[in-house]
């Protein structure tokens, strides 16, 4: 199974600066089988970005992605007010075992 | 409007069952791979079960494997999630979520959630 871990565990932006999360894997990435999730309180995930770096429908393109292998990145460019929520990344290269990063807490300085 | 709506939670006790169901409606159900995905509370999304559009293809955590069943009814645009020999780890909210391809184990990728049903499980 592959273990994703993000960092930082919580990272603390004002609006209109550019955030930067991380997410490694414990072992290489099937074909850039990596999504990005956001999720605010009270509220199911919603799907950002797939393939390390698409956007998913009607995401803004301040949402960014890269990376390959074992070390992903997801940037959201001039933050938002409604973009501070907890960021989760999920790898789908090696079913049946999908897995979930533990979560960036992306909260307002 | 593309929608999933999960049902079925609520208190069952250690070693009982509970079956879970989630409704879709505003996009064609028998065309896509169907998940089931947990949060406990205050914690992070845990992928629990995939099923592909005909049932062909299904996968499981290893945190559930023997314990629960994932099905689907095409004909009632409806997934479900059997769930016995529960255990206190098991309590959480679990979504019902939308794959983007039809087959599970392809690029399991989850487009569209519902709200979720809780399980609480408690003597």
């Known amino acids: 199974e592959i273990v994703l871990t993000q960092s930082p565990g919580t990272l603390s932006l004002s609006p209109g600066e550019r955030a930067t999360l991380s997410c490694r894997a414990s072992?290489?990435?099937?074909?850039?089988?990596l999504a990005w999730y956001q999720q605010k309180p009270g509220q199911a995930p919603r799907l950002l970005l797939y393939?390390?770096?698409s956007r998913a429908t009607g995401i803004p393109d301040r949402f960014s992605g890269s990376g390959s292998g074992t070390d992903f990145t997801l940037t959201i460019s001039g933050l938002e007010p409604e973009d501070f929520a907890v960021y989760y990344c999920?790898?789908?290269?090696?079913?049946?075992?999908?897995?979930f990063g533990q979560g960036t807490r992306l909260e307002i300085k | 409007e593309v929608q999933l709506v999960e049902s079925g939670g609520g208190l069952a006790q250690p070693g009982r069952s509970l079956r879970l169901s989630c409704a879709a409606s505003?996009?064609?159900?028998?065309?896509?791979?169907m998940h089931w995905v947990r949060q406990a509370p205050g914690k992070g999304l845990e992928w629990v079960s995939g099923?592909?559009?005909?049932?062909?293809?299904?996968g499981y955590a290893d945190s559930v494997k023997g314990r629960f069943t994932i099905s689907r009814d095409n004909a009632k645009n409806s997934l479900y999630l059997q769930m016995s020999s529960l255990r206190a780890e098991d309590m959480a909210l679990y979504y019902c979520?939308?794959?983007?391809?039809?087959?599970?184990?392809?690029?399991?990728?989850?487009?569209?959630w519902g709200q979720g049903t809780m399980v609480t499980v408690s003597s």
């Open positions: 979520a939308k794959d983007v391809t039809p087959n599970y184990g392809d690029r399991d990728v989850f487009d569209v």
């Open positions: 505003g996009f064609t159900f028998d065309d896509y791979a």
């Open positions: 099923i592909s559009w005909n049932s062909n293809s299904i």
């Open positions: 072992q290489s990435v099937i074909s850039t089988y």
């Open positions: 393939g390390a770096s």
């Open positions: 999920q790898q789908y290269g090696s079913s049946p075992a999908i897995t």
